[in-house]
T-cell receptor, first 111, second 115 residues
Framework: GDSVTQMEGPVTLSEEAFLTINCTYT??????LFWYVQYPGEGLQLLLK?????DKGSNKGFEATYRKETTSFHLEKGSVQVSDSAVYFC??????????FGPGTRLSVLP | DSGVTQTPKHLITATGQRVTLRCSPR?????VYWYQQSLDQGLQFLIQ???????AKGNILERFSAQQFPDLHSELNLSSLELGDSALYFC??????????????FGPGTRLTVL
């Protein structure tokens, strides 16, 4: 079945550091890919998405590019802030029904 | 605020009991999804309903069941509860029943503790 693998956390960075969270996937078809963010005590929020190969999703300074050849969708941000501290989930869906989520990566940004 | 509401926020019960979790989707959304988030299993998709009909099923136990009512709110019923059922249960909603652009909006979750 479909699966999503994310880098193990927690990731601890200083403010203004560069962030990369790796995500790779396994799917039988051509999935849509998503990054969700979960702040403490809250539900998940969609951060960005990409629906086909070479699409770049971006939001709030975060970016991720759908790489079909490497089955990857790595999340990047050039300069993180303390307010970016959260858990980040990579996810996919092939038909917009059964969503498969990665295990999540906890990010802590220190001032 | 995503527009998705879930009640109750917290629930504490004993093993063997039955509970019902409630979810109201965003206005205009026809699909409701249920997820279980536990420390050891991560976020697991349980089931999806679209306009009152079951659309997709994930890792939902036979002790669990769900339904979506004509006003589109949904309930997740958990019975014969076990300690391992302690988790955060999230509801999400979306406009469509399928499609790669089908963005989900998550509620704040119900934290279930089984003692």
């Amino acid at each position: 079945g479909d699966s999503v693998t994310q880098m193990e956390g927690p990731v601890t960075l200083s403010e203004e550091a560069f962030l990369t969270i790796n995500c790779t996937y396994t799917a039988t078809g051509y999935p849509s890919l998503f990054w969700y963010v979960q702040y403490p005590g809250e539900g998940l929020q969609l951060l960005l998405k990409a629906t086909k190969a070479d699409d770049k999703g971006s939001n709030k300074g975060f970016e991720a590019t759908y790489r079909k050849e490497t089955t990857s969708f790595h999340l990047e941000k050039g300069s993180v802030q303390v307010s970016d501290s959260a858990v980040y989930f990579c996810a996919l869906t092939e038909y917009g029904q059964n969503f498969v989520f990665g295990p999540g990566t906890r990010l802590s940004v220190l001032p | 605020d995503s527009g998705v509401t879930q009640t109750p926020k917290h629930l504490i019960t004993a093993t063997g009991q039955r509970v019902t979790l409630r979810c109201s989707p965003r206005s205009g959304d026809l699909s409701v999804y249920w997820y279980q988030q536990s420390l050891d299993q991560g976020l697991q998709f349980l089931i999806q309903y679209y306009n009152g009909e079951e659309r997709a099923k994930g890792n939902i136990l036979e002790r669990f069941s769900a339904q979506q009512f004509p006003d589109l709110h949904s309930e997740l019923n958990l019975s014969s509860l076990e300690l391992g059922d302690s988790a955060l249960y999230f509801c999400a909603s979306s406009v469509a029943g399928a499609g790669g652009n089908n963005e989900q909006f998550f509620g704040p979750g119900t934290r279930l503790t089984v003692l």
